[in-house]
């Protein structure tokens, strides 16, 4: 009775989200009070389903494999459940007899868990309920960084390490939006990508500071001055000083999810609105807008190595609290050396439903910019074998013959 | 006297350009006949400017790590050099007695090296000028494929893979458009990511064929209700049935280049475009559209191999054609083996301001997909080490207990 454990992954997929998975699932298999390990198919929407593969007859090997696969191997959902699909789900799980449920997702995943964990204390049912964090954001409070940041942050870093030097070889304003609709920390990762003191990123727009259009043209037109270029990293969520998300003044109608929330990603509009404020404010010519999109969280062969085995490590983690230990809750990641990490189990209300964004001694004074700290925080983080920028020596130059004077 | 050599870069970047400009410098260096070689800074412009550096006091380390960097190392431009501005660079040769000049670039930069061999040749002066190709977009005349392209090919069907991966997991229509003003050999590449059946792109839409949108929401719809989700792969040259671009159909004026061509890169707007007709068209919620842009040619970690030795190799095969041969031409790479590739040196009239497009042997009889020998004709580019996706087996389903019937 009760011997079954589910898992589940929920929200926007990551990079690193399966090992997650597989963490869990060969975990489980090393304890004999576990007979069964099922996967639910689109998280909780196949939890009510009843949508489940029987992951115990899986290979260590084809595991293995799908571990190193980016995106949800078990699909996910965006809905978001209340506490009467939170009760559906239970009811699925106590028909199923499951004792053990876990549940990789961000902060409304840590919620869900949360309420169908209350639902089986009120009836007495004996269930293990934990919350495994993912999440490109890195916006879940109680961890030092969260599993799908720091491969997603590598995403960002070589991206921009290579919008660099294309901006270095054809000069001119280049602006590129980058995901984070409340935390920067995936927009300012896009610094780690810079070398030399002229490199890009110059400026970078992050949702914890007010966006102002006149200040912006201002300070583009000065580093256009100053280094013949601009590059701009701007997060998708950046709004104005009462809050009003700057994609949603265009003046056309935009898409809200179930959430309600504003699509942010999936257009290239909000890119576009900043390069011609630039064109028309500025005259400048040659002014390019790219907006990162989907890639940033799926890319395939773009991985922080470190990333990939603490997303392993919080869904092993996740069964052996909830086999030796005899509460639910959600496991974080503690940093404990420079660099190593340990793990904790911290109760659900303490993580769900709340949102992390970058501290202040991780941006500049300007506002535009991150500090040391925030290098030192995420370099670590990036895992090995980050790709290097070299340039030729410029001081070997030749003296004209044609134009002496 | 003429013993020394002049290098640049025109045009775009790629991934691989600098391995072939640093092919030129170390082949050079075994020659006694030349005992300077200079690089030009941002290309022709450079030239005329006399911005040179001397390359021969590069060390062979550095030289070997800005080869593995991607973008142009020398700096590029978009001067498409006419009679008079061919003359200057002539006359700029001349003042600095260089006798071997050698310009990586497309289609535009081999006219450029044809007029310039042209005005030597009238004056008798002893100059021997060399093409080397290079572009994302696989259209330079003669040659099997572009150094280049299978670097950004490879980057393309990578993104594919995740985004595929991506939309599995969270089901709806994604659109991507891809670099490819006249030439679709990069947007077809967005099915090299395919593995299973059901995967992504579903359609493909090409510059070789017109674009009628009527039949693509259509055929998206066709693709939805058959698999629940529908990925296209957009090329951004895109047009209808009279060659008019369909991202120029959108109301607004669209700013275009020095060459009178209009800018279709470095704004989302085509795919926002699409993305509105089938969320108008179809009712679909989940539509999400995303632009490519410029990491296509400048992501820095995500390299064809095989592009990496074939770009090196045309830089030093035209030092060798330029010193032992005594003919101007234009370096172009000939498959002999699946795979091996030889290389030519075909005259500078023959690539000069052409432009090669998809074979209709490549595009399948629908028009929205590739064939198995564009499958076969690319799949050697990619090179070694191509990520691979895997999927938990879907077989092992548990019985549903509370929905039985």
């Not at 980050?386 to 020596?393: D, I, S």
Request: hydrophobic share 40%; with cysteine.
């Amino acid at each position: 009775m009760h011997n079954k454990a589910l898992v589940a992954q929920g929200g926007g997929p990551t990079a690193v989200i399966n090992q997650s998975v597989i963490g869990v699932v060969l975990e489980c298999r090393k304890f004999p009070q576990i007979e069964r390990i099922y996967g639910a198919l689109h998280g909780v929407r196949g939890i009510v389903d009843e949508d489940f593969l029987d992951l115990t007859q899986e290979t260590t090997q084809n595991l293995e494999l799908v571990a190193e696969t980016p995106s949800s191997a078990l699909g996910s959902t965006r809905d978001k459940p209340d506490r009467a699909y939170c009760r559906e789900i239970f009811e699925t799980l106590k028909a199923h007899e499951i004792g053990y449920f876990f549940y990789v997702g961000g902060n409304d995943s840590s919620d869900t868990v949360r309420i169908v964990a209350e639902e089986a204390e009120a009836a007495g049912y004996p269930l293990r309920s934990i919350h495994i964090p993912k999440t490109v954001d890195n916006d879940i409070v109680e961890n030092d960084h969260t599993p799908g940041y720091p491969s997603a942050a590598r995403f960002v870093a070589q991206a921009f390490m290579g919008i660099n030097l294309d901006n270095k070889a054809l000069p001119g304003v280049y602006i590129a939006v980058v995901m984070g609709r409340n935390a920067g920390f995936l927009t300012a990762a896009s610094a780690l990508g810079k070398k030399f003191p002229d490199d890009g990123p110059h400026l970078i727009y992050l949702p914890e500071r007010n966006f102002d259009p006149d200040a912006f043209v201002a300070a583009v037109e000065a580093t256009y001055e100053r280094h013949g270029r601009c590059i701009v990293a701007v997060s998708e969520g950046i709004h104005d000083a009462s809050g009003q998300p700057i994609i949603g003044q265009l003046g056309k109608a935009l898409a809200t999810d179930a959430h309600g929330n504003l699509e942010l990603s999936g257009t290239g509009a909000l890119a576009d609105r900043l390069a011609d404020l630039v064109k028309d404010r500025l005259g400048i010519k040659r002014v390019r807008a790219d907006t990162f999109g989907y890639m940033q969280r799926s890319f395939v062969g773009c991985f922080s190595d470190v990333d990939q085995r603490e997303a392993r490590e919080v869904g092993e983690k996740a069964v052996k609290y909830a086999l030796w230990g005899d509460t639910d809750g959600s496991v974080t990641i503690q940093r404990v050396g420079n660099y190593q990490v340990d793990y904790d189990l911290v109760p659900l209300v303490k993580v769900a439903a709340k949102t992390r964004t970058m501290p202040d001694h991780f941006i500049d004074e300007a506002g535009t910019g991150v500090t040391d700290q925030f290098h030192m925080y995420l370099r670590p983080l990036l895992g090995s074998g980050m790709p290097n920028e070299f340039r030729l020596q410029t001081s070997n130059r030749v003296a004209k013959i044609r134009k002496r004077g």
